[in-house]
């Protein structure tokens, strides 16, 4: 199972899919046309072998994305295990792209487990 942490405002989100020591990043900026449900089916759809789901953003967004999962995507809501303010100060997070990253000599947590915002 795959963990992922979803960084949404009303502009644009970053998805990071953690899976094993890797570090997959997809980002999504609207199209003109598409508004509120729309860019989130985009998003839900890439949301496969979920673990867990944490949602961060620093505005409404992310409390509207979580509605539209436990509304349309019930099986996509139970996994969520925090949604919480992050701002990002207009930066984008990383360009697309998979990175490697180095494992730690103690075991993760899972998120789940430890203390949320």
């Not at 979920?50 to 992310?62: F, N, S, T």
């Not at 303010?85 to 487990?113: I, R």
Request: aromatic share 8%; hydrophobic share 35%; with cysteine.
């Amino acid at each position: 199972m795959d963990n992922f942490a979803i960084w949404i405002d009303r502009e644009r989100a970053s998805l990071f899919c953690f899976r094993s020591l890797d570090l997959i990043h997809r980002h999504y900026v609207p199209d003109q046309r598409e508004k509120g449900n729309e860019f989130y089916l985009k998003i839900s759809n890439d949301l496969l072998n979920v673990g867990e789901i944490l949602i961060l953003g620093p505005g409404v967004a992310k409390h509207h994305f979580q509605t539209y999962l436990v509304e349309q995507r019930p099986d996509l809501a139970r996994k969520i295990v925090g949604c919480c303010s992050v701002n990002l100060l207009g930066k984008p997070l990383l360009p697309s792209e998979t990175v490697s990253v180095k494992p730690s000599e103690d075991k993760p947590e899972k998120w789940s487990q430890r203390p949320l915002c």
